[in-house]
C-alpha cells in the first residue's frame, strides 16, 4: 500500500512541476479541469426516473439481502453459564 501511496505523490509532484515548468498556474488548471467536469446532481438529472428507481429498489434489496444473509449465519448462542456460575467459587478465608 505505501508503495502505491509513494507513487502517487511523486507521480503529483512532477505534475506540479512540469506544469510550473510551462509556467501555467497549477491552481488556475485545477479550477478549469473541475470546471469541466458534471456535478453529481447533472449526472442523476440525466438518467431516466423510472431507471432511477429500479436500481435504487436494486440497492435496496441488496443490502437487505446482505443484511438478513449476514444475521443468518451468526449462530445461535451456546453459553449455558447462569449468572451464579460466574461467580468466583472462592472470596478468602471465611469468617469464624
Do not use: C, K, N
Amino acid at each position: 500500500m505505501t508503495v502505491l501511496l509513494r507513487a502517487a505523490l511523486v507521480i503529483g509532484v512532477l505534475s506540479y512541476f512540469a506544469l510550473m515548468r510551462t509556467g501555467a498556474d497549477p491552481a488556475a488548471e485545477a479550477r478549469r479541469l473541475a470546471g469541466a467536469l458534471p456535478t453529481a446532481q447533472t449526472a442523476l438529472d440525466a438518467v431516466p426516473t423510472e431507471t432511477r428507481e429500479r436500481a435504487m429498489r436494486a440497492v435496496l434489496a441488496r443490502g437487505l439481502m446482505a443484511e438478513l444473509s449476514r444475521r443468518a449465519a451468526e449462530p445461535p448462542s451456546t453459553d449455558t453459564l447462569e449468572d451464579a456460575d460466574r461467580q468466583p467459587a472462592w472470596r478468602g478465608i471465611e469468617p469464624r
